[in-house]
């Protein structure tokens, strides 16, 4: 089975491609120089001294390179999202003066702001790296999945799936990146 096959196989909904991608997110027409930055919480709750920790950095640099800050909202645990969690979060970087210039109410070209709402753009960019042999599917077992990184950590290797994906064909470590 080709690579293409594969991607076909596992994406069979998926039509669009990378070439979609960028007719429906051009590059940004911005200063030369400027950077666009993002900070991504979840709405379990109200803002703390970590997040806006977490999100000062980017906006000082979108904001100091006349940039873009955008709020993207990590949507994916369901069980402790709190009712108005993103009007929460919006409203305490207001508080702190943040210049939020792209978020999920306001909007923005380059939207959703939601991550579950980006799914599609994910699977587009899984197929294109499945088509290619960038990425494949995984079909071990949480043990053996628990037993590789126990030897990986015997050994001191290096912790992860490259050795598995690399032993079954055959490649060197750096033929896997």
């Known amino acids: 089975m080709s690579n293409k096959d594969l991607a076909d196989l596992l994406y069979p909904n998926i039509a669009k491609t990378i070439d979609d991608l960028e007719i429906m997110y051009p590059t940004k027409n911005l200063p030369k120089g400027a950077e666009v930055c993002r900070f991504a919480p979840s709405p379990t709750g109200r803002m703390h001294m970590g997040n806006l920790y977490a999100s000062f950095i980017p906006e000082v640099i979108a904001k100091q390179t006349n940039g873009i800050f955008i709020l993207r909202i990590e949507d994916t645990d369901n069980k402790r ?11 305490d970087l207001e508080h ?15 939207g959703p702001y939601i991550q579950t709402e980006r799914k599609e753009i994910y699977h587009i960019v899984a197929k294109y790296l499945v088509s290619i042999g960038r990425a494949y599917p995984c079909f071990c077992s949480e043990e053996d999945l628990a037993k590789m990184r126990e030897q990986q950590e015997m050994k001191k290797d ?6 598995h994906y690399a032993k079954c064909r055959n490649l060197s470590y750096k033929e896997t990146y």
Do not use: S
């Not at 702190?96 to 380059?110: A, F, L, R, S, T």
């Not at 290096?158 to 050795?163: A, H, L, M």
């Open 158 to 163: 290096r912790i992860g799936y490259y050795g």
């Open 96 to 110: 702190y003066n943040y210049i939020v210039n792209e978020h999920p109410i306001k909007g923005g070209d380059y």
């Open 81 to 91: 999202t709190i009712e108005n969690g993103v009007q929460l979060i919006i409203d």
